[in-house]
Each structure stands twice: as structure tokens, then as C-alpha cells.
């Protein structure tokens, strides 16, 4: 999954089949956004990874981040390869999810402020 952020108006954009074109690239507001690796924020681990409880068939999601009006969690998603399933979040929405269990799939959540984080489901 690649999610690619403009660092100058904070547009997030999940792409499919980026630009490999060595002199361009994704454009937003004049400059090139930027690729999010997971896990490399200066944001607290604690506010931002995925906790993971898996019951049965499921996997129940929560993330302790608070939901305010300018920063909050935007998505929680599942990525399992070829199937990936989002939760759209928006200020004051709790940032919770439910999702199929599959083991080895690997759950994201994206942060406005501190980008994109990741753990992966055994
Ligand atoms: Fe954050």
C-alpha cells in the first residue's frame, strides 16, 4: 500500500500505480508529495499504532489517538494483499474499527499530523 502526502496542504492520496518517471512524479502545490513510511513519525507510539484484539472471525481495532477538529486519525485499513477494506474517520468519530481476521494482513492508521502507522496481525 502506498499513501503519498503533500507536505505544504496535508492532501493525502492512496495510489495504485505510481509515477516512475525519473524528473516527475505525484505534484500538489507545486512540489512532489511525499511517500509515508509507517512507524518513522516523531508522534508517540502509544497515540498512533493500531491495537489489535482478535476475536474469533474478527479483529477489533483502536487506536488512542485523540479526534479533534485539527488532528485526528483520518483512516484505520486493513491490507491484506490483494483486499484491503478502509474505515473513513473524521473529527469526533471514535477511532475504532472491525475487520475480517486474516492472518498476515498488516493494519495502517493514518494520522493527519503524524502519518501513516502499521502492525501486522499473526
Ligand atoms: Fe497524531
Redesign the pocket.
Known amino acids: 500500500m502506498l499513501i503519498k502526502k503533500c507536505l505544504k496542504c496535508g492532501a493525502t492520496v492512496e495510489v495504485y500505480n505510481d509515477c516512475n518517471c525519473e524528473d516527475c512524479g505525484m505534484v500538489c502545490c507545486g512540489e512532489k508529495m511525499t511517500a509515508l513510511v509507517p512507524n518513522l513519525s516523531d ?1 508517540a507510539v502509544e ?2 499504532l493500531p491495537l489489535v484484539e482478535k476475536d474469533g472471525e474478527i479483529v477489533k481495532v483502536t487506536v488512542a ?1 485523540p479526534m479533534d477538529e485539527k ?1 485526528y486519525i483520518e483512516a484505520i485499513i486493513l491490507d491484506a494483499g490483494v483486499h484491503q477494506i478502509k474505515r473513513a474517520l473524521k473529527p469526533g468519530d471514535e477511532p475504532k474499527a472491525t475487520f475480517p481476521y486474516v492472518k498476515g494482513s498488516t493494519i495502517y492508521s493514518l ?1 493527519n ?2 502519518g501513516l502507522w502499521s502492525i501486522d496481525v499473526l
Open positions: 508522534g497515540k498512533h489517538h488532528h494520522c499530523k503524524h
